[in-house]
């Protein structure tokens, strides 16, 4: 048992060794985790922000104006005038997801007491924000509209909602879509480091060669998930501190660091052994890479850190719920980082990494003699 | 006298390594001309440079009149050169038959099929192959492997065979046969020159003209006999250690073998007992028994191939036999037996220590797993340093060492551990006569000081011959078991070598006549295009052939992009259903009860158990158990009636901000509609007149499905096509068959072109497999233009596989071409190409790398013709944008990729 913890950690010093004289790899794992990092948070926002807006107004009327002057940031871009004509050019060519259009005699209508109706032309295509742009921009219109004829009466409503944001106040994607980056580049970059090394040592033939030593698979095994892990790991959490909570400016719930970086462990192990297990059923790079894209892509945007996971149709969501660690690792990082969850609220997301963790190692040594053997 | 090859001043460096200093040699031409030496002296460098496939650093190379510097001169004098490159069979295609390896060479050098066809008849027929046409390469024993090459060398009559090391790691029989072989075509183009590289000075004997080399340096030429005189000795093994200068033998004494004291009555050290193994139906190893007793060197001869290799990791447990047992010392060797492992010392056959770690760092870690005492270590590692003669070198790491060093830190590392059996795989491959006697002697001592059992494997018969026993390996059976000694007087022969003969001959029954070998075809001229288009289309018919015969790779190839379009496709879904839904209602009235029953009425919303109070609330949230959260305020009823605005509080939880906004707006939506219905029930008139109508255009459904199954599309295209062709290049560089490409007429432009056609094809036919199957499960509307829709993709997949071309033509590895393909190409598509976020609210960095790559241009295009209806004029840009990038993949791809090597 001694023995076999000391051949562990010679055989892991080894590893770090081989990860350090690689530079390129090194480069690799740096632009992922910090410029890759700041670049998707910084640039992606699924929250509606500055959305494009064109207005076609036929009425040029005080109503018409007035209602596009309430048109304003920060959820919609300053609106620009279109022609009928124009504005179909452009929603065809997605350079604005939302048109508003007001009717000929749009505001005479309405005082003389007819029923007027105002217009709003959605992009549909662009999913993530012509559903919720378009509700917005209803209840903007509907609000000014009421305080246009009834000046100083009551609201439109007649409920008044106060809504609260937990966890993050003002809903800003940015803190979801960095710490989900960190996720993603933890998850690619520890499927392909650890699948490598070990293609990359039967191709050399120096797999052979430890195992003729008194090494047993499973310290050779162990060796090279805790190597690529510890490198993961470190990366990530400099990453965290250093790109997430000083760069990009996310607020960490207090105390929080030592539990995420307990179960970012846990996840990357599970991964690191997703990733062994995988390069047991093939032989060359090439085929690990034909395999690899699949998996990370399944991995990345089926994890519920690209859209939620109650969209997924029920299958799809407990398939990926038994197969891939990663929703798990999606819904334990929200829990931590955003709402402070102590160990007791997310032990059933852990225990559920570390069971795939131990099921795909368990898979991956009993094939390991037999694949090497060939 | 003419020259087949002039070197002026030839000097050449690997990093800070002389590979060659300064050499001036003419190389006779219309004859065999041999350059010898050990390896790593300089002789592939050499031979390299002289067929055009390394780049010259300094001097001047001239072969058959043309200057070698120069582009022009290279490219005239291609279709005269052949080359084979050192290792067995190392430019051969080991999926391909031999007859479409032939062909493949054939296509390379611009031939007609006719031609090809009967120049193959004649070569197969001239070498003995005749019967295998269709056996695949990597199935073939080492000397026909060899055969083979040749025969590839040969299929355009060339003027200057270039041939490096072609019999190392064959036996003495396919030996013999391949320079009878080239003795006979010799015979049949006494125009052609010939010039060999060997490390075998018993075969340089045969040679008309030799150069010795040594270090970088030629140290002697001339006939074989006129080096004999120079040295004044009896073999030309024993003229080159002479030829060597002062200091290098200095150390060299001949090798003695003491005889062994026989110790009666143990169990022998090795034993194995009628051991086979089969792989599949291939039956490497065939009922092998032998006993090695304790303390004796026993050789194990054998070609490539033979199953020697598989024995022997057999014998040390690497390998479990499929029959039969292996007993050491008497007990049966289990592969679990770690005891067992500790008494072994293993040296494979390529060098197998970690480069990573210096000299020192390996014996340290060697001594550690074979759990040397911790207070004995440092010590063990410093006297086997000593006796390796390795102190010196104890800092450096073994990457940059001479081959023989290498082999004998390899030898010190098997050894650590005071191992009672060595077992040691052609431990002396291409090491130099002086290392491999110091070896020898090494071995030896070994052997008779320490009692350690030896069980080694070579090639040399002269180190056969020091074997206490030997025995003979063929087609993974054991033919003969003996001292040398008895076994070249069993078959009355004169040597070792010719015992050896002797026996595989018995064994393989009479040689397969050799047929006529007359070709009366000469070289049919052809245009210079069609011979172009003939190259490129080997690369083609070969990328293809090799992809069909690796099912892993073809499956994932077709069936990869179904398998993502069916989990992201369905996966990938911005329709937020089913938000747990939980209300405190603090005021229960039946006003605060119908507020209620507005969210759990729609399906958006999923009613879970009522909040008992904030704290309730809290921890529920917290576990993510619960989104939303309704708190109606005691005497929100009463409020409502008294015609006041009451206030609600609605809690989303945020951490997942696009789900968070989607459940406002639909609380949003829910409120209003309340309000207007209780304002109509109870009077109050609607307030403005006013409806507003919002219309989803493209998409009236607004199913998220129809959006994004063509953005899938686009995604799966890139992907896929880019790691499939990224592999091309960057593997034929690590399994060395690039020298083709480097020695050949070929083209850059047609070797790249040629690689990428298949994986175009295959990903058109992904396109085309999407795109039905997203029809069938997805249903999206399709109300553009298919056929834009086919030559944008068409356009789009040249693209996608020229960024794997591009990166495989300057990674190194495997493992960094794949690696960088991922990196590179998933962030930016998968973030921003429109497959999330529409391209249009991207912030401004994130558009321009959207811009940067083909997929955002191509999204636009798929986006549009299914759900926007467009046509070609839609989308004129977007397949400019498309093209220009294949082009400047292609092009750049062109530019990074080396004709010839640094």
């Known amino acids: ?374 | 006298m003419s020259f087949a090859a002039e070197l002026e001043g030839v000097s050449h460096r690997y990093g800070s390594t002389a590979a060659l200093a300064d050499v001036t040699l003419k190389i006779p031409a219309g004859c065999m001309a041999g350059l010898i030496g050990p390896d790593g002296v300089g002789k592939s460098s050499l031979l390299a440079l002289v067929s055009g496939v390394r780049k010259l650093q300094s001097g001047t190379v001239t072969v058959l009149g043309g200057d070698m510097a120069r582009t022009a001169a290279r490219r005239r004098a291609a279709p005269r050169i052949a080359y084979m490159p050192q290792g067995l069979g190392r430019n051969l295609y080991p999926t391909l038959s031999v007859r479409e390896n032939l062909d493949f060479f054939g296509r390379l050098f611009g031939q007609k099929a006719e031609e090809r066809a009967a120049r193959i008849k004649m070569l197969l027929e001239a070498t003995g192959l005749a019967p295998f046409p269709d056996r695949p390469a990597g199935k073939l024993s080492g000397g026909m492997k060899q055969k083979l090459s040749l025969c590839c060398a040969l299929i355009h009559d060339p003027d200057l065979l270039i041939l490096d090391e072609p019999t190392t790691g064959v036996d003495p029989l396919s030996r013999q046969q391949f320079w009878e072989l080239i003795d006979s075509i010799r015979a049949r183009m006494p125009g052609m020159s010939v010039i060999v590289a060997t490390a075998y000075m018993e075969e340089a004997e045969r040679f008309d003209w030799l150069a010795a080399m040594d270090d970088g340096k030629v140290i002697a030429q001339g006939t074989p006999a006129e080096l004999r005189a120079q040295a004044g000795a009896e073999t030309l093994e024993e003229a080159f250690i002479r030829l060597l200068p002062e200091d290098e033998r200095a150390g060299h004494k001949p090798v003695e073998l003491r005889p062994r004291v026989v110790s009666a009555d143990k169990a022998p050290a090795i034993e194995a007992r009628h051991l086979t193994k089969r792989f599949g139906a291939f039956t490497a190893v065939d009922d092998v028994s032998f006993e090695i007793p304790e303390g004796e060197i026993f050789g194990f001869l054998g070609s490539n191939g033979c199953g020697k290799t598989t024995t022997m990791k057999m014998m040390t447990g690497l390998l479990d036999p499929t029959e039969g047992e292996t007993r050491l010392f008497g007990e049966e060797l289990k592969n679990s037996d770690m005891q067992a492992r500790l008494r072994i010392g293993y040296m494979s056959q390529s060098f197998s220590l970690y480069t990573e770690l210096t000299v020192r760092q390996n014996l340290e870690l060697h001594a550690k797993l074979y759990g040397v005492a911790p207070e004995r270590r440092a010590a063990r590692v410093n006297e086997v340093l000593a006796e390796f003669e390795l102190d010196e070198i104890a800092r450096e790491m073994p990457e940059s060492l001479p081959l023989g060093i290498r082999q004998r830190l390899q030898l010190a590392v098997a050894t650590i551990h005071e191992p009672r059996i060595l077992i040691l795989d052609e431990p002396t491959s291409g090491v130099d006569p002086v290392a491999r006697d110091a070896f020898w002697r090494k071995l030896i001592s070994l052997s008779r000081d320490k009692g350690v059992t030896i069980f080694i494997s070579t090639h040399f018969m002269n180190e056969a011959a020091r074997c206490d026993r030997i025995s003979l390996m063929h087609a993974g059976k054991v033919l003969a078991v003996g001292r040398p000694a008895d076994l070249v007087a069993e078959r009355g022969a004169q040597t070792l070598e010719a015992a050896f003969i002797g026996y595989l001959q018995d064994a393989l029954g009479p040689e397969p006549a050799a047929g006529n070998t007359d070709f009366d075809g000469a070289r049919s001229p052809r245009s210079p295009l069609r011979q172009s288009l003939t190259r490129l289309w080997a690369y083609t018919w070969r990328e293809t052939l090799e992809l069909v015969r690796d099912p892993i790779r073809l499956f994932f190839a077709l069936m990869g992009p179904v398998i993502l379009l069916i989990t992201v496709g369905y996966g990938i879904s911005f329709d937020v259903d089913d938000l747990s839904f939980a209300v405190l209602d603090q005021d229960q009235t039946p006003e605060s009860r119908r507020l209620t029953e507005q969210f759990s009425a729609i399906r958006q919303f999923s009613e879970e158990m009522p909040l008992t109070g904030t704290g309730d609330m809290t921890a529920r949230m917290g576990k993510g158990e619960l989104t939303v959260a309704l708190e109606i305020p005691n005497g929100f009823g009463r409020e409502l009636h008294q015609g006041k605005v009451p206030e609600v509080s609605l809690w989303i939880d945020g951490s997942m901000p696009f789900r968070a906004e989607t459940a406002r707006g639909y609380a949003l939506g829910l409120l209003t509609y309340f309000s207007e219905v209780y304002a109509r029930e109870n009077g109050s008139a609607d307030s403005t007149g006013v409806s507003i109508e919002t219309r989803y255009l493209f998409n009236q459904a607004f199913k998220s499905t129809n959006a994004i199954m063509p953005s899938v599309v686009m995604l799966i295209l890139i992907m896929i096509p880019a790691v499939m062709s990224a592999i091309g290049v960057v593997r034929e560089v690590e399994t060395g068959t690039i020298a083709n490409f480097r020695s050949t007429p070929i083209r850059k432009i047609e070797f790249l072109l040629g690689k990428q056609i298949p994986y175009i094809v295959i990903a058109t036919l992904n396109f085309w497999m999407l795109f039905a199957l997203g029809m069938v499960l997805f249903r999206p509307p399709f109300t553009g233009s298919l056929v834009a829709l086919a030559a944008v993709t068409l356009l789009y997949v040249i693209a996608t596989t020229g960024i794997g071309q591009l990166i495989s033509s300057f990674t190194k590895t495997q493992v960094s071409a794949v690696f960088a393909v991922a990196v590179i190409t998933i962030i930016p598509t998968v973030n921003f190409s429109g497959l999330i976020v529409p391209i249009s609210s991207l912030q401004p960095s994130g558009h321009a790398l959207g811009l940067a790559f083909p997929g955002a241009w191509y999204q636009t295009v798929s986006m549009g013709t299914f759900l926007k209806g467009f046509g070609w004029a839609d989308i004129g840009v977007n397949t400019l944008a498309i093209a220009g990038f294949a082009l400047f993949y292609i092009v750049a791809a062109v530019f990074a990729l080396r004709k010839q090597e640094a």
Do not use: C
Not at chain 1, 173 to 188: A, E, G
């Open chain 1, 1 to 374: 048992m001694w023995r076999s913890l000391l051949n562990t950690l010679r055989l892991t010093g080894k590893e770090l060794r081989a990860i350090r004289r690689d530079t390129v790899m090194l480069v690799l794992i740096f632009y992922v985790f910090t410029v890759a990092t700041y670049m998707v948070a910084d640039a992606i926002s699924t929250e509606i922000n500055d959305l494009a807006v064109a207005v076609v107004d036929e009425d040029q009327s005080t109503l018409s104006h007035r209602l596009t002057d309430a048109i304003q940031p920060p959820l919609f871009k300053h609106p620009v005038s279109l022609t009928p004509a124009q504005a179909e050019q452009a929603l065809k060519y997605g350079d604005y997801i939302l048109v508003v259009s007001f009717p000929p005699k749009f505001e005479s209508d309405l005082l003389s007491g007819h029923a007027a109706t105002l217009s709003i032309d959605v992009d549909a295509t662009a999913v993530a924000h012509a559903g919720n742009g378009a509700a917005f921009m209803q209840e903007l219109l509907a609000g000014e509209l009421s305080t246009f004829f009834t000046p100083n009466g009551s609201a439109a409503s007649l409920v008044d909602v106060v809504f609260r944001n937990r966890f993050n106040p003002n809903l800003t994607s940015k803190w979801f879509t960095s710490v989900m980056q960190l996720m993603n580049s933890v998850t690619i970059l520890t499927l392909i480091l650890a699948g490598a090394s070990l293609i990359r040592e039967r191709e050399h033939g120096t797999i052979e060669h430890v195992l003729v030593m008194p090494v047993r698979p499973h310290e050779i095994v162990f060796s090279k998930i805790l190597a690529n892990g510890a490198v993961i790991l470190g990366a990530s959490v400099f990453s965290l501190l250093v790109v997430i909570q000083w760069l990009i400016g996310v607020p960490l719930a207090q105390g929080v660091l030592p539990l995420f970086i307990a179960g970012t462990a846990i996840y990357v192990i599970a991964v690191a052994s997703i990733g062994l297990l995988l390069s047991t059923f093939t032989h060359t790079m090439g085929q690990f890479g034909l395999l690899i894209i699949p998996v990370i892509i399944v991995m990345i945007l089926l994890s519920g850190g690209m859209t939620p996971m109650e969209s997924m149709p029920g299958w799809l969501r407990v398939l990926m719920q038994l197969i891939s660690p990663a929703p798990h690792f999606v819904a334990f990082t929200q829990s931590v980082l955003y709402r402070g969850a102590g160990l007791a609220l997310v032990a059933w997301e852990i225990a559920a990494m570390a069971a795939m963790a131990a099921m795909a190692l368990a898979v991956a040594l009993a094939r390991f003699r037999r694949v090497l053997a060939n």
